[in-house]
């Protein structure tokens, strides 16, 4: 007898409905950042979205049995991994709750189906720590609430389930704009909610047998954080192992404390049935014989990162040599910035204190290094790093305790995920928004204190400081008085526009007098690619004309879209 895959679907049909959504997904993903309530340059929504919700359907696919609990357990990992900006989070969150709610079954029925859905919404809620409605969280929370009433009074076909989830769902969506002002002023709905809506049009469109195709040049594939490498001549672990275990009554917890001395940069997460693991090891072959007492081995990968170094080396060689005057981190005497070279030592010690942040252009990736940073991950506003980019970053520093600085608001919650991938060190995450608060907190850390006690002075030190930005509109839009046109000069002070222009240099005195300048001490300039030194030279002398006492500091960001970074004390 054949299963109707209408009335209860297996891990390969589930299999088949994140493909779907995902591909849906990447074909409506413009759509749905093009509801960006900010006119800026932006990471995006669907952007951030589709990047998630396909490292989730990777996952899945890669999943070697049908068992719908396996599937979306997978699933729930890989989105956890791939999961970028604050929409991404939230959708990993679902996905995990989802996973969650399938747990032990190897196929669901409409109603189990719906059930799981309403389990990842509470998942969800209860991960964010101040849940706003009129978001993707209150349009989700609706759409599992119809499923599961259809559901409930006797549908058993669950794509008619769905369906009235998605009519509750597109109710909820259009009501978004009378829950969150800012919506209805700039007129658009949420972004987060139309983009969880097209996910399960997707998985709709899977269950009726309908194909999803996506052109070819409009899948890309994501890029891993950005880190610089030179050769080597030893690794201590030089294996790089990876691999599944998949068995009954597993304890990742246990796995990950029996392999803790075995390697480093481990990684060990997933359920009693399913269990990635993640290792640099000395005898991977040792790794698998421990493993395979707990159950079967899947997707085993073992590279030799030494090769793929010296491989590496090579194409970057030409990088290093166009900058010869690259710093490292001095702090300490020890911490290095190349994660390669801290690994080539073949007896490497761990330091007390290490830091990675996130940086938006190369001018201000030198000055970190200069305030030692370790790790550097490339990134910001409109590509922001998925939690398994910060994640390697973190593992990638030879340090007891890590501070992590997003340095961007849409980045903090991927940040805040590292904790629970990263056990082999204590990640601390200062919830920086901004280049100039990552500074103030750099400056405010001491390698003489406790990690907590620098966690509170880097967090105080964010205080301490007023942020400002002058970029350009990708659109036409209202915010608040404001009518912007697209092209216009925008003025940003935290975050938030504060005027609009049509020539930069004047914007930039606009923001500044929105920053109080005049009443503080210190003004830092970070200019962007774009800027010509002449232009930013006429900058520096108007401030200093204006108010000869004030110290002005001007630095070469060269960070993209953005044509000034500033920062007042």
Not at 203 to 208: G, N, R, S, T, V
Request: glycine share 8%; aromatic share 6%.
């Amino acid at each position: 007898m054949v299963t109707d895959t209408k009335t209860v679907i297996d891990g390969n049909k589930l299999k088949q409905m994140f493909k779907s959504a995902s591909r849906y997904l990447e074909l409506h993903k413009k759509e749905i950042d093009a509801l960006n309530v900010f006119p800026v340059p932006d990471g995006d929504t669907g952007t951030n979205m589709n990047l998630t919700f396909r490292a989730a359907s990777q996952a899945a696919e890669k999943v070697a049995g049908n068992s719908i609990h396996e599937v979306a357990g997978a699933a729930s990992t890989g989105s956890l991994m791939g999961a970028r900006g604050n929409s991404g989070v939230i959708l990993s969150q679902i996905m995990r709750g989802f996973a969650k709610g399938l747990d032990g079954l190897k196929e669901a029925n409409a109603l189990q189906f719906s059930h799981a859905l309403q389990t990842g919404v509470e998942t969800a809620y209860k991960a964010v720590m101040r849940p706003v409605e009129g978001t993707i969280l209150t349009v989700s929370k609706e759409l599992a609430r119809g499923a599961y009433n259809k559901a409930k009074s006797g549908e058993t076909d669950l794509s008619l389930v769905l369906k009235a989830g998605y009519e509750k769902g597109q109710i909820a969506l259009a009501k978004t704009p009378e829950l969150l002002p800012v919506l209805k002023q700039a007129g658009v709905v949420d972004a987060g909610g139309q983009g969880f809506l097209t996910i399960i049009n997707g998985w709709i469109l899977a269950l009726e047998g309908k194909d999803v195709e996506v052109p070819e040049e409009e899948v890309k594939e994501t890029q891993p954080a950005v880190i610089g490498i030179t050769a080597v001549e030893s690794l201590e672990f030089p294996y790089c192992t990876e691999f599944l275990v998949k068995g009954k009554g597993l304890k990742p917890e246990r796995i990950k404390d029996d392999l803790s001395g075995k390697g480093d940069s481990l990684l060990v997460v997933g359920t009693e049935e399913v269990v990635k693991i993640h290792i640099h090891t000395k005898n991977p072959g040792a790794i698998l014989e421990y493993a395979i007492n707990y159950g079967s081995l899947h997707e085993v990968q073992i590279h030799n990162m030494l090769a793929q170094n010296e491989a590496a080396a090579h194409a970057n060689k030409s990088k290093e040599t166009n900058n010869p005057g690259e710093s490292k981190s001095e702090r300490d005497g020890s911490l290095v910035n190349n994660p390669v070279e801290a690994a080539s030592n073949p007896e490497p010690t761990l330091n007390e204190y290490g830091i990675v942040a996130v940086a938006m252009g190369e001018g201000i990736a030198e000055i970190f290094t200069s305030l030692g940073v370790d790790q550097i991950v490339f990134g910001g506003q409109t590509m922001n790093p998925s939690t398994s980019d910060l994640a390697e970053a973190v593992r990638q520093v030879p340090a007891k305790n890590v501070f992590l600085l997003p340095n961007n608001k849409n980045i903090i919650m991927a940040a805040s995920q590292v904790r629970e991938i990263t056990t082999e060190k204590e990640v601390y995450v200062i919830p920086t928004k901004s280049i100039p608060q990552a500074i103030a907190a750099l400056l405010a850390f001491n390698a003489d204190c406790l990690p907590e006690e620098n966690q509170e002075a880097m967090t105080r030190a964010l205080t301490q400081v007023v942020s400002g930005e002058v970029t350009y509109a990708v659109r036409d839009s209202m915010f608040g008085d404001l009518k912007i046109s697209e092209g216009d000069i925008l003025g940003l002070v935290e975050g938030k526009i504060t005027t609009t222009g049509r020539d930069i240099l004047d914007v930039a005195k606009k923001v500044l007098e929105d920053m109080q300048w005049r009443d503080r001490d210190l003004v830092t300039i970070f200019y962007g690619r774009d800027m010509a030194e002449e232009d930013v030279q006429i900058f520096a002398d108007w401030l200093e004309s204006e108010k000869p006492d004030v110290e002005v500091e001007v630095y070469a960001g060269k960070q993209p879209l953005y044509y000034y970074i500033l920062g007042v004390e």
